[in-house]
């Protein structure tokens, strides 16, 4: 089976500050994140019509991405699925979605500079990403 028109849409490097972790001062003093987003999609009509009504708008990608990060969490891992969640609910059309969620400069095992990852994959075909 032929499949074609498929659009990648990729948001990477966002960057904000929250109260994301299990540690005491990391729910008071927070977190700086960074956040990549990557979804598959169809494309067919939006490519013919050059409509962004006939697409996902990235700019709502990205206020939900705001809006999960402001909600306090303890793990990576829950404000990723946290993610992926609301953009299914913002696009159905979507038939994979990563969410890459990085911890930066966690403070942990005297590394100078490092992150601390948990990317969630959503995948409604089987497909990779």
């Known amino acids: 089976m032929k499949i074609d028109n ?70 990576l891992e829950t404000l990723a699925d946290r993610i992926v969640k609301a953009v299914l609910d913002y696009a159905p059309a979507f038939y994979a979605i990563k969410v890459k969620v990085a911890k930066l400069d966690p403070g942990l095992c005297g590394a100078k500079s490092w992150s601390a990852t948990a990317s969630y994959n959503w995948d409604n075909e089987n497909s990779s990403l």
């Open 6 to 75: 498929i659009t990648t849409l990729e948001i990477t490097g966002m960057k904000f500050h929250a109260f994301t972790g299990i540690l005491p001062e990391e729910k008071t003093e927070g977190v700086d994140l960074e956040i990549d987003f990557k979804g598959r999609t169809w494309s067919k009509k939006a490519v013919k019509n050059d409509d962004i009504s006939e697409t996902v708008d990235v700019r709502g990608i990205c206020d939900i991405v705001q809006k999960e990060v402001s909600r306090p969490c303890n793990l």
